[in-house]
């Protein structure tokens, strides 16, 4: 009987030691699992901690701009004047000097990457007498975007175009060859050209002395693919694109060419619309026979062949303007 229940008490306690070192290792386990998860909570509460807030949005400012302040730009009272698909344009008064400024909102669905740190250094740098100068630019947390720039108290080509005064030759004049320095200068003035890529009446403001002054230069590269196709859209359905520019970013030197002359082909026959009449089909510039004026009508259509290498650059347009200047003066 005695052997028989040694065998059985050996079978029960091994059996018991097999169950006991189970338990043991399962709990071993669990703790092991429990401390591995504590440590991951703790080191990602560790990196959390640590990883420094994103820098405060910040205004950088430009030649003319440093007083701006802001806090003074985003409580100063503004009036919309200027609406498009990709921002808005503002007249706001600064509170503190009481000085107008153009403030232009570029929509967060519309801005470009947020890496532009150099382009907007070079488009602030640009400083010519018949460009708008960017005096700041503001970047904000939510991916909108904020240029600020002078007022002009004349308002845009587009307005002076369609009002009903008489425009005579001398003004005409004046505001074609400002407008063709200004694109001269950011096509050859530059470290690196900075073609317009959409030049048109409305972004040509004029101060009390009618002295044209372009604005918008190298807007496009701040904003991102659908924004700029849409504004080549409105380019092309409004005249001013030339015909072989398929992407804005394919813009260039030549392509702007196209565009003047379209704006000074618009100036001259008092329309709203430049692709209205052809002077050169239909025989009638609808401007006056003022040599002056025709021969500027000549320089347009020069400016708009369908072929880029027909064109003119802007040094032979203002070569052939100062000399209308020179013959009517004489």
Do not use: W
Not at 273 to 293: M, Y
């Amino acid at each position: 009987m005695l052997k028989l229940i040694l065998p059985l008490a050996s079978a029960t306690l091994f059996l018991l030691l097999l169950i006991t070192i189970f338990l043991l290792r399962l709990k071993l386990s669990k703790n092991h699992d429990i401390e591995k998860s504590s440590t991951t909570r703790n080191n990602n509460n560790t990196k959390t901690d640590h990883t420094p807030p994103p820098p405060p949005p910040e205004l950088t400012t430009f030649e003319g701009g440093e007083d701006l302040t802001i806090d003074e730009i985003l409580e100063a009272p503004g009036e919309v004047i200027g609406k498009s698909h990709y921002g808005t344009l503002y007249k706001a008064v600064l509170q503190t000097t009481q000085t107008i400024r153009l403030l232009r909102f570029l929509r967060p669905a519309a801005a470009g990457c947020d890496d532009q740190h150099d382009l907007v250094r070079l488009l602030g740098s640009v400083r010519h007498p018949n460009l708008v100068p960017l005096l700041g630019f503001y970047a904000g947390g939510r991916g909108e975007k904020l240029l600020v720039h002078p007022f002009y108290e004349h308002g845009n080509l587009a307005e002076f175009i369609t009002d009903k005064e008489s425009k005579n030759g001398v003004v005409i004049c004046k505001i074609a060859i400002g407008i063709a320095r200004a694109l001269h200068h950011l096509h050859n003035g530059l470290q690196k050209p900075i073609p317009h890529g959409n030049l048109n009446s409305k972004n040509v403001l004029l101060d009390q002395n009618f002295h044209p002054h372009v604005s918008d230069f190298g807007l496009h590269l701040l904003l991102n693919s659908p924004a700029t196709r849409q504004m080549l859209q409105l380019s092309a359905s409004s005249g001013y694109k030339a015909p072989e520019l398929i992407n804005m970013t394919d813009a260039d030197e030549l392509t702007d060419v196209y565009s003047y002359g379209k704006i000074l082909l618009e100036l001259l026959m008092s329309s709203k619309d430049p692709t209205v009449r052809n002077p050169a089909a239909t025989g009638d510039s609808g401007v006056s026979q003022e040599p002056i004026l025709q021969c500027l009508v000549q320089i347009g259509e020069d400016c708009c062949r369908s072929s880029p290498n027909l064109r003119p650059d802007f040094r032979e347009v203002i070569a052939k303007i100062e000399e209308i200047g020179r013959i009517e003066m004489n």
